[in-house]
């Protein structure tokens, strides 16, 4: 996955928690993204960062917030659980030039409950 | 602002036959244009882009896909499916002046029996 980590793979938290996800990449991209995967709706953007302390809004950013204090680690933070969401989260980075396109981590399966 | 719609959410398929899995975008600029594949308990896998060119595009696992700017389509193909292609197909796109955002269609579940 072109040196891409998430953790946890997987989680169970209570509604009202807070929760991070971490996803660290290897290859000093400058772009990162978080993605949710939801049955019906495909992949949307929650945030994204295009370099350390830089960051911007998605799709679907209500209820999340991001940091970026180094180039290799993107967290997403959700402030308090809640049901609505429990998803797949996905962690990408992008590769400009002739090569252009995005690489995904394995996905943190989150469950709140 | 840019979509992908992915017309069929399943295709079935006996094995070897050819398959077609469609995706249509709306854009009022040029775009790039992405098929990407997950198999179960797994993440994305690129299977192939169009960014120019020749817009018959050949990916991985003997898959191509065709760019059709005045249908606004970028239909994905194989010839002969297996029973390993059974997976979730994505179809995204990103405008060329604005490459942060990749906006995906909601996928299409490709079974194949044998």
């Known amino acids: 996955d072109a040196g891409i980590t998430q953790s946890p793979r997987h989680k169970v938290t209570e509604t009202g928690t807070p929760v991070t996800l971490r996803c660290h990449q290897t290859e000093n991209h400058r772009y990162m993204y978080w993605y949710r995967q939801d049955p019906g709706h495909g992949l949307r953007l929650i945030h994204y960062?295009?370099?350390?302390?830089?960051?911007d809004k998605g799709e679907v950013s209500d209820g999340y917030s991001v940091s970026r204090s180094k180039t290799e680690d993107f967290l997403l933070t959700l402030e308090s659980a809640t049901s609505s969401q429990t998803s797949v989260y996905f962690c990408a980075i992008s590769v400009s030039g002739d090569n252009y396109g995005y690489t995904f981590g394995s996905g943190t399966r989150l469950t709140v409950v | 602002a840019q979509s992908v719609t992915q017309l069929d959410s399943q295709v079935p398929v006996f094995e070897e036959a050819p398959v077609e899995l469609r995706c249509n975008y709306s854009?009022?600029?040029?775009?790039?244009l992405f098929w990407y594949v997950q198999y179960p308990n797994q993440g994305l896998q690129l299977l192939l882009k169009y960014l120019s060119g020749s817009t018959l595009v050949k990916g991985i696992n003997g898959f191509e896909a065709e760019f059709n700017k005045s249908q606004t389509s970028f239909h994905l193909r194989k010839p002969s499916v297996h029973i390993s292609d059974t997976a979730e197909y994505f179809c995204a796109v990103t405008p060329f002046y604005n490459t942060d955002k990749l906006i995906f269609g909601t996928g299409t579940r490709l079974q194949v029996f044998p």
């Open positions: 854009s009022s600029v040029s775009v790039y």
């Open positions: 960062s295009y370099g350390v302390k830089d960051t």
